[in-house]
């Protein structure tokens, strides 16, 4: 089945940097196109990023945008959210998405904070 397991995760401090993983099973992963999504305490669930099946195109909420840049390892089926210059707002739980499946991961808890 279509499983996904996000990493990364942890505490920095604003103006910090994170790397998140999220490994993907079940699927065709090189033709899929990948999204993380993040949820903060007592908000609805909001879209991060985006990328194409080859890596070349990709897309970026407005609030992240020059800070995060997402990035994939078609060989490891795994994608990467490289995370710059965080702010406390950043704090969530962050989890990945493929396309066409309704499948969640954990996600992995991202807090940003002095």
């Known amino acids: 089945q279509v499983q996904f397991v996000e990493s990364g995760g942890g505490l920095v401090q604003p103006g910090g940097s994170l790397r998140l993983s999220c490994t993907a099973s079940g699927f065709i992963f090189g033709g899929a196109v990948m999204k993380w999504y993040r949820q903060a305490p007592g908000k609805e669930r909001e879209f991060v990023a985006r990328?194409?099946?080859?890596?070349?195109?990709?897309d970026y909420a407005d609030s992240v945008k020059g800070r995060f840049t997402m990035s994939r390892d078609n060989a490891k089926k795994t994608i990467f959210l490289q995370m710059n210059s965080l702010k406390p707002e950043d704090t969530a739980v962050y989890f990945c998405k493929a396309d066409g499946y309704t499948t969640w991961g954990q996600g992995t808890q991202v807090t940003v904070d002095s």
């Open positions: 990328i194409g099946g080859t890596g070349r195109r990709r």
